[in-house]
Nanobody, 122 residues
Framework: QVQLVESGGGLVQAGGSLRLSCAAS????????MGWYRQAPGKQRELVAT???????NYADSVKGRFTISKDNANNTVYLQMNSLKPEDTAVYYC????????????????WGQGTQVTVSS
């Protein structure tokens, strides 16, 4: 099992910044991907950004150039620096960790945090 503890959400004005943190503990495989997803009211959960244990990052087009994901491998913590925030970034942000097999072909575990609210006022 894997536990994910998120922090850093809140209320910010448009154009402002926030940083989210997610600390993972438990059975974390050497091949894994950690990241952030978000869900706005009435919408489906969507990918925001992910980073693999090898350092490969992936971003949603809507956040490229504004958000940066980074990872502290020693502490199994992932961060999401969010700059130039827009009202449409308002959502519950969920931390996610996926464990993979050694050849990256199969997700062997899929874990979610409890979510943290980000609200951007106009």
């Amino acid at each position: 099992q894997v536990q994910l503890v998120e922090s850093g959400g809140g209320l910010v004005q448009a154009g402002g910044s926030l940083r989210l943190s997610c600390a993972a503990s438990g059975s974390i495989f050497s091949r894994n991907a950690m990241g952030w997803y978000r869900q706005a009211p009435g919408k489906q959960r969507e990918l925001v950004a992910t980073v693999t244990s090898g350092g490969k990052t992936n971003y949603a087009d809507s956040v490229k150039g504004r958000f940066t994901i980074s990872k502290d491998n020693a502490n199994n913590t992932v961060y999401l620096q969010m700059n130039s925030l827009k009202p449409e970034d308002t959502a519950v942000y969920y931390c996610n960790l996926k464990n993979y097999n050694l050849v990256w072909t199969t997700v062997t575990g899929d874990y979610w945090g409890q979510g943290t609210q980000v609200t951007v006022s106009s």
